[in-house]
């Protein structure tokens, strides 16, 4: 029987007993936090309990509640997208049927770690997942890869509280906190991980003052929030958005604001459809199974089936765009960027080709009314430059969903950090799937597999994607290391800024040049500038 070597590390809290892989020490289930359950449903994590004895950590912990409505469809769509042939699709979707489906609970406040060397002193690297805040964990088969730990950091990978558990919002869970707000439960997590990492990773041989954190979609959303959660100050030393979300970036707590009503409100309505209007409704919803509320959840629509970060003044005192916009962010290095063609996907499950809730399941006659009301003087050009948009094609709303939610976002981001005096360095991700068939392009989450080195089947991967993926591996760790991504074996990386106004293109033609993006971002960040002037 083969078994494999075990590796123990001892942390105040007690012992761990994780295994060796390929040379790599990895720990898994590793809890950073007590269990948020019971009572503390919807209140901030709190701090691990200790253990006698040495605990199992060779197995990942379970995963937060997950929506899986729309993580589903996205995979559906991926599987057809990267061109495999028919049969082999097949074989896909029966193989992720019959998979066993990963264990979920609220339980959930684990993370993973993976160390090259528990006695040196290594950079670190804390992953963030995406999944659009309802779905994904730190354990999914896209991460689980020693590539990076093998070019010499520790990389840390984190669960947190997901969805309504994660993000409800109620006028009586703000009344009982001490800081009179509620919601943004699962960015306290990322909060408590990232001390824990502080505390803690210098035992698996991670330097607590070289932290940088990274993420993807929701995930890189996530980076965001740290970058402008006070909360999070001096937790980490860089950071690296990889197409940062902005699924509910100017929700806020308790007022309403362009068109989203206030996440209490919200929370109340969900509250009375569950457990009537009487109060006090707080008692009763923690009383009722997860998997009940969870259900319900699945059951409803709108801003009742879906829950987010919210501002609140105290976590997150401004959405991450205002704080950019102000120069607040957390002055660190940050690399950013986005991928060719992020709404290939992502488009065909959404009801607009822009993040608006003016108008819902729009149609393509619908969509010039749209634009026209959404960009103004600008509409005409708009439809110059998505060729297409205004009888509402399919593909001129996937490309312009995919430049408004994550491209433009990304390059706003990199033009105020590097306008506040901080470094930037942004990416635009090119390679789409060797498949002659291939219709997906570079879509949402496309340069995952290349960060991490990870080869799953779904992704298909030639021997020239296997040469990008080293030298991504290598630009994301460099940036680790000392907050530029560029060495003299590599193409060189400038930051960005006012005399280098180009991107590091991630793809067959692997270089920094200019990308035909520049007049289209500058259109729809001034979209989001009028809605910044708006909120007030």
Known sequence: MNTQEETQVALASGELAGTIEEGIHVFRGVPYAAPPVGDLRWRPPQPVAGWRGVRDAKSSGP??????????????????????????????????????????????????????????????????????????????????????????????TINYRLGLMGYFCHPELTEESDQDVSGNYGTLDQIAALKWVKENIGHFGGDPANVTIFGESAGGESVAHMLTSPLARGLFHRA????????????????????????ESAGEDFASRLVGDDAPQLDRLRAMPAQHLVKAVQNM????????????????????????????????????????????????????????????????????????AEFGED??????????????????????????????KAYFYA???????????????????PLKNQTAGAFHAAEIPYVFGSEVAIFPIDDAGRELSGKMSRYWRNFAFNGDPADQDLPP??????????????????????VDKTEKYAILNRRLQRELAEIG
């Open 63 to 156: 995963s937060a509640w997950q929506l899986r409505t729309q993580i589903e469809d996205f995979m559906a769509g991926l599987v057809k997208g990267v061109g495999h042939g028919l049969m082999r699709r097949l074989l896909i979707r029966a193989a992720m049927r019959f998979m066993s489906a990963p264990e979920q609970s609220e339980d959930c406040l684990y993370l993973n770690v993976r160390s090259p060397d528990l006695s040196a002193s290594l950079p670190v690297m804390v992953w963030i997942h995406g999944g659009d805040h309802q779905d994904g964990s730190g354990s999914e088969p896209f991460y689980d890869s020693n590539v990076l730990p093998t070019l010499g950091v520790v990389l840390v």
């Open 240 to 263: 690296v958005l990889q197409s940062p979300a902005n699924s509910a970036q100017m929700q806020y707590m308790s007022r309403p604001v362009l068109f989203h009503r206030s996440a």
């Open 301 to 372: 629509e709108g801003d009742l089936g879906s829950y987010y970060p919210v501002i609140d003044g105290y976590v997150l005192p401004y959405s991450p765009f205002e704080c950019f916009q102000r120069g607040l962010e957390a002055k660190v290095p940050i690399m950013v960027g986005s991928n060719s063609d992020e709404g290939s996907l992502t488009w065909p499950m959404m009801s607009t080709p822009l993040i608006s809730h003016r108008l819902q399941d729009v149609k393509p006659d619908d969509i010039a009314d749209l634009i026209r």
């Open 379 to 408: 509409a005409p050009r708009i439809f110059e430059l998505y060729p297409g948009l205004e009888k509402g094609t399919s593909a001129a709303q996937a490309e312009i969903l995919g430049d408004s939610m994550f491209g433009a």
């Open 415 to 433: 033009a105020r950090h590097a306008g506040n005096g901080e470094s930037a360095f942004l990416y635009y991700f090119t390679n789409t799937s």
């Open 493 to 514: 990386w400038q930051a960005f800024g006012e005399d280098v106004n180009a991107w590091m293109v991630l793809g067959p033609e692997l270089g920094q040049k200019a």
